[in-house]
Every structure is written in structure tokens, then in C-alpha cells.
């Protein structure tokens, strides 16, 4: 089975620190991304990467950097937390190319007070 | 931009019964992908069912079926025999066939089974 795992379910930071939110995946899959999932809005892409060193921003990278040095870690960092990024954070990965489906990791529950 | 709708934010249904869970996308590709995600209560998301939308025949997962209308661009997810572990938040989801495999999301459908 595939298996995504994220480095917290829950974490509370404070105004102004920087965070860094881990994703690891066992499958060799080529490609990983960041969602972030907020009620009444559903996932929205923050990142993504389909390969090592490589990434893309999504549709709100704003206040977010990422960093993949090897193929099966994708990290999320938050250089600068701020209240309005308190969400629920969803990692997933996929194979590369036609209609492979993305896996989920656990998602991270991130309070910035 | 693409776009997914999805206007039920909640529904509920009768455990044993039929329930049927509305999407629509706007998208000015021919070809496409769309899938219905599963994430029960504090657990991972999975995927139920996916459809490419090249195929004119619905598809078909067990007791999860797709009613696909292209040209009205809907994707509605039918559940039947619904079951207590059917309770969950539903997304469904588009992603282009070229490109990077970005999925845009609806904003999902609470659903809850009634014993």
C-alpha cells in the first residue's frame, strides 16, 4: 500500500515564527503537492513538484515556500506565520502520467495564535 | 480557470437508501479527467471513483456510480445501499489530461447516514 505520512497531526505556532511542515512518501512516486483545505472552500493547491529540486507554484503559494532535496520528502515551510494561515494542511503524491490518482497523507492541523 | 461547484454543503440520507451527491466544473478542455474523493472523520482522503471524460459510459465502483453529462458538464456521484462508513466529506475533483496533475476541488458535501 502506498503510504504518505506528515510529520504532525497537530501543531500550534505563534505569530511571526517560521514553520516547516514534513511530507514523506514510500512509493517512489514522481510527484507531490500541498494542499491546504479550509471549510466551505474544499482543497486548494498551494505547491506542487514533479520532481527532486523541481516545483511549481499552485493557486496560493502566497506566504509559502517549499523544499524537495529528495525524491520522497516534500517540505512546506511558512517563513512568517500568520493567523490567516491556521488551516488543515494535506499532503498527497501520484505517479507520473495519465490518470494516476493522488494518495493522501493524514493532513496537518496548523493553529497560528 | 477551471472551476468545480459542488452545491450541497451537507445531505443526509436513510442508512440502506439512495443518495446523490451533485458537481459541476466549467472547463473549456475536451479532455479531462474528474474523480470523487472520500475523507471520513479524522482520516485520510481516498479516491472512489474516477472518469475520463472520453469515455461515454459511467463509471462504475461497487455500489459508487457516476452520472456523467458532458455537455451539461455534471458529475454526479450516486451512492447506493448507503452504509454507516459511507459518512464522510465528498470532493469531487477535475484535472486537465496534459500538464502538470493539478486537481481543482470542490468545495465538498458533508454527507451524513441516518441508522
Known amino acids: 500500500d502506498v503510504k504518505v505520512t506528515q510529520s504532525s497531526r497537530y501543531l500550534v505556532k505563534r505569530t511571526g515564527e517560521k514553520v516547516f511542515l514534513e511530507c514523506v512518501q514510500d512509493?517512489?512516486?514522481?510527484?507531490m503537492f500541498w494542499y491546504r483545505q479550509d471549510p466551505g472552500l474544499g482543497l486548494r493547491l498551494i505547491y506542487f513538484?514533479?520532481?527532486?529540486?523541481?516545483?511549481e507554484k499552485g493557486d496560493i503559494p502566497e506566504g509559502y515556500s517549499v523544499s524537495r532535496e529528495k525524491k520522497e520528502r516534500f517540505s512546506l515551510i511558512l517563513e512568517s506565520a500568520s493567523t490567516n494561515q491556521t488551516s488543515m494542511y494535506l499532503c498527497?503524491?501520484?505517479?507520473?502520467?495519465?490518470?494516476?490518482?493522488?494518495?493522501f497523507g493524514p493532513g496537518t492541523r496548523l493553529t497560528v495564535l | 480557470a477551471q472551476t468545480v461547484t459542488q452545491s450541497q454543503p451537507e445531505m443526509s440520507v436513510q442508512e440502506a437508501e439512495t443518495v446523490t451527491l451533485s458537481c459541476t466544473y466549467d472547463t473549456s478542455e475536451s479532455d479531462y479527467y474528474l474523480f470523487w474523493y472520500k475523507q471520513p472523520p479524522s482520516r485520510q482522503m481516498i479516491l472512489v471513483i474516477r472518469q475520463e471524460a472520453y469515455k461515454q459510459q459511467n463509471a462504475t465502483e461497487n455500489r459508487f456510480s457516476v452520472n456523467f453529462q458532458k455537455a451539461a458538464k455534471s458529475f454526479s456521484l450516486k451512492i447506493s445501499d448507503s452504509q454507516l462508513g459511507d459518512a464522510a466529506m465528498y470532493f469531487c475533483?477535475?484535472?486537465?489530461?496534459?500538464?502538470?496533475?493539478?486537481?481543482?476541488f470542490g468545495q465538498g458535501t458533508r454527507l451524513t447516514i441516518n441508522p
Open positions: 498527497a503524491s501520484s505517479l507520473g502520467g495519465s490518470i494516476n490518482e493522488q494518495f
Open positions: 475533483a477535475y484535472r486537465k489530461i496534459q500538464g502538470a496533475q493539478k486537481l481543482v
Open positions: 513538484s514533479y520532481d527532486v529540486k523541481m516545483k
Open positions: 512509493m517512489d512516486h514522481e510527484n
